[in-house]
């Protein structure tokens, strides 16, 4: 009986025991969600360089689209080049020194360009309890008073304490200059385009006609486990489009007045290693424009077929992408420009481990669109325009 109690002892000890550590963990995860809630991890930021500015840009809704265009003082709208800016990878993090030096230089980039269009390229506020540096960086932007909008990278919902992806494109939509659409898409077989923030937006030249349409693509984060085995690929390979985004896209060209778009998708497609490997052997299809490829493209393990969707409605001028910091190259492959979005954030690996200038390569693309719907490519290189010296002080 002594033993058959002491054992009973011990099992009612082992219970008090585990009940103490979770209570213990529970409250230790309380008091963490607590002191994140009274004080949230914000950026240090001076405001003074947020300096609004008149774009002269106006939004139309035509058949429940949006469309931009360029306005003159009586509200007609001009042909004069169209500017999008895009910042790539900003990854406003915990890294607190690395994360205001970015924040800085896109304000000061913003204040530069005095853009038309702000498009984020993805993996923007990312790590834990991001919601109110997602609230600092909707806005800065309203303050600058310029329209804008965002794709997902694969780092977005990534943490449970942060903003789910869904939730990102919802808490930015509410915004008066942001003009992500967050409705559900749908092919013409009503299945349910997969991902989020998937849309397009037209911009109009005088005579109200479509000069160019962007297409925003969600190009996910990892794939999953049953479409690894599906496809027989690594678990840990980059997602990629999927059929229905695919055949919203041709669907969505066909109804289209304009003759040109450009995509822009957070991870390469398949195509951008051959593109400029092409280039580099002197291909007569493939032209590398500028730049350099310093790390291998990380795309997905699976060619999701989006290229040569692009080659058969023949529509896509530019595919433009993000995820590698290290990149900065366009490539005219088979008549479509295969394009990197200029890095943008210091948070994550260091761009002069890669690069052979030893310089930061950090700043941003400019899109310029004329009035046919012609592309002219360009980017600010932030060490030719600005003070990085505290950024080059966090690497030493």
């Not at 550590?21 to 001076?46: E, M, Q, Y």
């Not at 204040?111 to 919601?131: Q, W, Y």
């Not at 492959?333 to 761009?351: E, N």
């Amino acid at each position: 009986m002594d033993c058959v109690q002491k054992f009973k002892n011990m099992r009612k000890a082992k219970k008090i025991a585990l009940i103490s550590v979770a209570s213990l963990l529970i409250l230790i995860l309380l008091g963490l969600l607590l002191f994140f809630i009274l004080f949230p991890v914000t950026i240090k930021a001076d405001y003074s360089l947020i300096v609004p500015f008149e774009n002269n840009v106006a939004v139309f809704e035509i058949n429940g689209t949006s469309a931009v265009a360029k306005i003159d003082e009586a509200g007609n709208i001009t042909d004069e080049d169209f500017k999008i800016v895009a910042f790539a990878d900003t990854h406003f993090d915990h890294h607190k020194q690395k994360v205001e030096v970015s924040f800085e230089m896109l304000m000061r980039n913003i204040s530069f360009t005095k853009p038309d269009l702000v498009v984020f390229m993805g993996d923007i506020v990312t790590s834990t309890f991001n919601r109110w540096r997602a609230k600092q960086l909707a806005e800065v932007m309203e303050s600058f008073g310029v329209y804008w909008t965002l794709i997902l990278g694969n780092h977005e919902g990534e943490h449970f304490t942060g903003l789910s992806r869904k939730n990102m494109i919802q808490f930015f939509s509410v915004y008066p200059h942001c003009l992500i659409d967050e409705t559900v898409k749908y092919t013409s077989d009503g299945e349910v385009v997969w991902g989020y923030g998937n849309y397009y937006l037209n911009i109009l030249k005088s005579n109200g006609e479509v000069r160019q349409t962007l297409f925003f693509l969600d190009s996910g984060e990892r794939v999953s486990e049953d479409a690894a085995k599906e496809l027989d690929i690594s678990d840990h390979s980059y997602d990629f489009l999927k059929p229905s985004q695919i055949q919203w896209y041709k669907e969505s060209v066909d109804a289209l007045t304009s003759t040109k778009s450009m995509v822009f998708c957070h991870i390469p497609l398949c195509e951008f290693a051959d593109a400029y490997q092409d280039a580099l052997d002197g291909q007569e299809h493939a032209t590398l424009v500028y730049g350099l490829l310093r790390e291998e493209p990380k795309s997905s393990q699976y060619n999701s077929g989006m290229f040569d969707a692009i080659l058969e409605k023949d529509h896509t001028q530019a595919f433009i992408t993000a995820h590698d910091h290290c990149n900065d190259c366009i490539i005219l492959y088979h008549g479509i420009y295969l394009g990197y979005c200029r890095t943008s954030g210091y948070s994550k690996y260091d761009p002069k481990t890669a690069n052979e200038e030893g310089r930061f390569l950090q700043g941003c693309s400019i899109y310029m669109i004329d009035k046919d719907g012609n592309i002219a490519f360009n980017s600010i290189i932030n060490d030719e325009h600005h003070d990085q010296s505290s950024a080059i002080a966090l690497y030493k």
